[in-house]
């Protein structure tokens, strides 16, 4: 009779850490998705800005970038994720302000801002 209740409170511990750990892991996948800035559409955001043919493959490249740095700081936690994050978003537009001109600029700090306001991350 000791012998099974032990084992009814080892499956019970079990059971409690495994669904932990399964909301752990939905809890990083939400933060991944938010910080996923792969999802962007680059052709309605080259729409909007009115990206030349020159600066498509430029806006691409640091867009590539950025998204890199942007799902490597997802896996941080805390104060080194914001860290990571401000440095991927001022990295982003240094390079942005170097190929954009300044109204295309404006814009793309506005859309960028909205980006990563609504997705939680600002």
């Not at 939400?30 to 009115?50: F, I, R, W």
């Not at 941080?76 to 240094?94: N, P, W, Y």
Request: aromatic content about 8%.
């Amino acid at each position: 009779m000791i012998m099974k209740r032990l084992f009814m409170v080892v499956v019970a511990m079990l059971s409690m850490t495994m669904t932990f750990a399964e909301n752990e892991t939905a809890a990083n996948l939400n933060a991944t998705e938010a910080y996923d800035m792969q999802s962007v559409n680059m052709k309605k955001l080259g729409m909007a800005l009115n990206l030349s043919k020159d600066q498509v493959e430029s806006f691409a490249e640091i867009h590539k970038t950025f998204s890199a740095e942007m799902l490597f700081a997802a896996q941080t936690t805390g104060d080194e994720r914001q860290k990571m994050v401000e440095k991927a978003i001022k990295k982003d537009l240094a390079y942005m302000n170097y190929i954009l001109s300044s109204e295309q600029y404006h814009k793309y700090v506005m859309l960028l801002n909205m980006t990563l306001t609504n997705r939680g991350i600002k």
